[in-house]
């Protein structure tokens, strides 16, 4: 039998359910910052002096997506384990998927000092963008950290999370302008 410490073991590694969930939290919240970016670039382009709109936008569709997982998921669950839902398992898998809307969080943080009047409305968006990549440049950090990447592949996952960002904020300025 192997010895577990405060759930890793021996060896410093984590065990697989650690490993199931950050790695579950983890596509969360690049899920769910790609949809927040993605609602972002709609929003300003319908209302780019509207921030306080926008942070609206970005947390009901987060919430819609959240709900869509949960359903999708507890339904799948049920399939794959042939046994009938429980009122435990649907809370897991809600807490499980709760990271979507955690990703919207600092973006709508970021729209709301715009809407208060503390930052410019366009200056809110662009730190709304600032932040949903600063989210997917440290969830490509916890990846590599898991994966117990070296310098170059952590800098490579940091870059493919950060590009994917970067072609939302590209297709917002191109279709803004």
């Given at each position: 039998m192997?010895?577990v410490r405060?759930?890793r073991?021996?060896?410093?590694?984590?065990?697989?359910?650690?490993r199931a969930?950050?790695?579950?939290?983890?596509?969360?919240f690049?899920?769910?910052?790609?949809?927040?970016?993605?609602?972002?670039v709609g929003g300003a382009?319908?209302?780019?002096?509207?921030?306080g709109?926008i942070a609206?936008?970005?947390?009901?569709?987060?919430?819609?997506?959240?709900?869509?997982?949960?359903?999708?998921?507890a339904?799948?669950?049920t399939?794959a384990?042939?046994?009938?839902?429980?009122?435990?398992r649907?809370?897991?898998?809600?807490?499980?998927e709760a990271?979507?809307?955690?990703?919207?969080?600092?973006?709508?943080?970021?729209l709301?000092l715009?809407t208060?009047g503390?930052?410019a409305g366009r200056?809110a968006?662009?730190l709304?963008?600032?932040?949903?990549?600063?989210?997917?440049?440290a969830q490509?950090?916890?990846?590599?950290?898991?994966?117990?990447?070296a310098?170059l592949?952590?800098?490579?996952?940091?870059?493919?999370?950060?590009?994917?960002?970067?072609l939302?904020?590209?297709l917002?300025l191109f279709l803004s302008h």
């Amino acid at each position: 039998m192997r010895a577990v410490r405060l759930g890793r073991r021996e060896n410093g590694t984590q065990t697989p359910e650690q490993r199931a969930a950050v790695g579950e939290r983890l596509s969360g919240f690049i899920y769910g910052t790609i949809v927040v970016l993605s609602v972002i670039v709609g929003g300003a382009r319908s209302s780019p002096d509207d921030p306080g709109f926008i942070a609206k936008l970005v947390a009901v569709t987060t919430v819609v997506f959240w709900l869509a997982h949960v359903y999708a998921h507890a339904l799948g669950d049920t399939v794959a384990h042939e046994e009938r839902l429980s009122r435990h398992r649907l809370w897991t898998i809600a807490r499980r998927e709760a990271s979507i809307v955690e990703a919207a969080v600092p973006p709508v943080a970021a729209l709301l000092l715009g809407t208060f009047g503390i930052v410019a409305g366009r200056t809110a968006l662009w730190l709304a963008f600032v932040l949903g990549l600063v989210v997917l440049a440290a969830q490509g950090v916890v990846y590599a950290r898991v994966e117990r990447l070296a310098a170059l592949g952590t800098l490579c996952v940091v870059a493919a999370n950060i590009a994917l960002g970067l072609l939302l904020v590209a297709l917002k300025l191109f279709l803004s302008h």
